[in-house]
RNA sequence: GGAUAGGUGGCAGAGAGGUUAUGCGUGGGACUGCAGAUCCCAUUUACUAGGGUUCAAAUCCCUACCUAUCCUCCA
């Protein structure tokens, strides 16, 4: 497996720490507001790529933080008359539910920022104590030209970030590029107990303080949108690796490429971001999953109503033969495929830099040999095929479930229909089809034989 | 200003020295009572500009221009 790691700035194999086991942490939401469609490729690609990893049989520790407490949690409680526990708890709920909508299932610990309070004292502490953080009227700030690799993430130089940093400037800090650790409490914030009195802590620190209570000083892979990679992860490795003076904190990062609105990048604070929930009225979940799949993880793509739209044509394609397999009875035909080799090459496309959007162009290409030869196929090679699309649908789900359905019922109806055919009575015909297709069936006819599934 | 990606046919988007990408769209055809789905054919020499290297350059080098991202919170 090989993949575009950040820090090395190239395509790299990847040698897990532990043999056969791999420990990853991604970046999760600050649960403040609504989540958009950025939020839903970020975390529908590692979701994807996490099931991949498992599915060739690496055991994976996927862990995900959740910023409970930050100063848009405690902005957006004001404004709502209500606590920021309040606030963090609604959309920490919003998005397992949203997520869950997605199909994103692979997380196995979701860690509260909040739940690690003394854990990230205790690192602070260690900075302090080795000379790379300081305490002031207003807080404890991490001092980052002590830590010399400072930029080494982003490719920025040292000397270049702190003469370009704009840092706040009512703080009460050493050097403008510093970042907090420890905030001490203003009157009306909500606090927690620290050796540097009452206050909350800095945005940076929580994650490593989560990390390292279950991964330990380093670990495999730390992942995230590429907007967290200055200063977000920066200052993560920098306050890591000043406690550990090891050389990695990660060993391989994965950043995943925005999503752009009119060419523009989405964002909060260009308020140009559209939300999941809004996507899912118009769309289902295996749309927007293909939808962001089809793109290499590391690109930003243009996002608009007709790159939905072409998911959308993409996918029923794919999923009309899919059902067209399902129905096959067939004892004996003559086309065959390769199981095994075909299973192998995708795995092979997967393993290469994670490449969903080419595994997508395969699949494309075998959809249309299957539906090139959809009269030779028999029941055994069919069932082979749908194993196929089962495998990738393990990682991808992008081809929805089966609903179940009453399929005497139909049958009968359609039985009906057929006769009235023959008969050449069309109008009632096509009446009995067009109410079928208004209750979410699709219909086919072919000669005398009528196909149907569930869409 | 600094850093990092890029600039490919109507659109989206691969490729990385010599061989048709592909998909969508559009046009035509086959099948069909119609619809849908599907298939076939066409869209007959696209690679920002200017230099260079080479037998050969979209692909390597140089210059210019353009776009996005990061250098503040952001997935």
Redesign the pocket.
């Known amino acids: 497996m090989r993949f575009y790691d950040t820090l090395s700035?190239s395509i790299i194999e990847f040698r897990p720490m532990h043999k056969n086991r791999i420990n990853i942490f991604v970046?999760?939401?600050?649960v403040y507001d609504d989540f958009?469609?950025?939020?839903a490729?970020?975390?529908i690609f590692f979701d994807t790529i996490v099931k991949f990893m498992r599915s060739i049989g690496y055991s994976v520790f996927y862990l995900q933080n959740i910023?409970d407490i930050?100063?848009?949690i405690i902005k957006r409680a004001s404004e709502e008359n209500t606590t920021p526990e309040y606030i963090a708890d609604k959309y920490f709920k919003e998005y397992l539910r949203i997520m869950s909508e997605l199909g994103v299932d692979s997380v196995n610990y979701y860690a509260k920022a909040t739940l690690y309070i003394d854990e990230i004292i205790s690192q602070i502490k260690r900075m302090i104590d080795k000379g790379y953080a300081y305490e002031t009227s207003d807080g404890v700030y991490f001092e980052v030209k002590k830590f010399k690799d400072y930029g080494q993430l982003?490719?920025?130089?040292l000397d270049?970030?702190i003469e370009?940093?704009?840092?706040?400037l009512n703080e009460d800090k050493k050097n403008?590029?510093d970042?907090v650790l420890w905030k001490k409490m203003k009157p009306g914030e909500p606090y927690w107990e620290s050796p540097w009195g009452k206050g909350r802590p800095g945005?940076h620190i929580e994650d490593t303080a989560i990390t390292e209570t279950y991964f330990g000083d380093e670990y495999d892979i730390h992942g995230?949108?590429?907007?967290?990679?200055?200063?977000?992860h920066e200052a993560e490795i920098a306050q890591m690796r000043s406690i550990s003076n090891k050389k990695y904190l990660a060993h391989y990062w994965i950043?995943?490429?925005?999503?752009?609105i009119n060419?523009?990048?989405?964002?909060?604070?260009?308020k140009n971001?559209i939300t999941i929930k809004d996507v899912l009225k118009d769309y289902t979940p295996n749309e927007l999953r293909f939808a962001v799949l089809n793109?290499?993880f590391n690109?930003?793509?243009?996002f608009s109503r007709?790159?939905l739209?072409?998911a959308r044509?993409?996918l029923?394609?794919i999923i009309?033969?899919y059902r067209?397999l399902e129905n096959i009875e067939l004892e004996n035909g003559d086309y065959k495929i390769d199981y095994n080799y075909i299973i192998k090459k995708y795995i092979d496309i997967m393993s290469d830099n994670f490449d969903t959007?080419?595994l997508i162009?395969e699949i494309?290409?075998l959809?249309?040999e299957i539906?090139?030869n959809?009269d030779n196929i028999d029941k055994k090679t069919a069932l082979n095929i749908l194993k196929i699309f089962d495998y990738i649908n393990s990682f991808m789900n992008i081809i929805p479930r089966k609903r179940s359905i009453d399929a005497s019922t139909i049958n009968a109806i359609l039985n009906i229909r057929s006769m009235l055919?023959s008969e050449?009575r069309?109008?009632l015909?096509?009446y009995i089809?067009k109410e079928l297709e208004a209750s979410g069936l699709?219909?086919?006819?072919?000669?005398n034989e009528t196909?149907w599934w569930i869409e």
């Open positions: 700035g970046c999760g939401p600050t958009h469609i950025g939020h490729r970020t975390y910023t930050d100063d848009k982003s490719k920025q130089n270049n970030i370009n940093a704009r840092g706040i403008p590029e970042f945005w995230g949108g590429s907007d967290l990679i200055f200063p977000h950043h995943t490429g925005m999503i752009n060419s523009e990048k989405m964002s909060k604070s260009l971001y793109a290499n690109k930003s793509i243009e007709d790159s739209n072409e044509e993409a029923s394609r009309n033969t067209k959007r080419s162009k494309m290409g959809v249309a539906n090139k959809i055919r050449k069309y109008d015909s096509d089809r699709h219909i086919e006819d072919k000669n196909q």
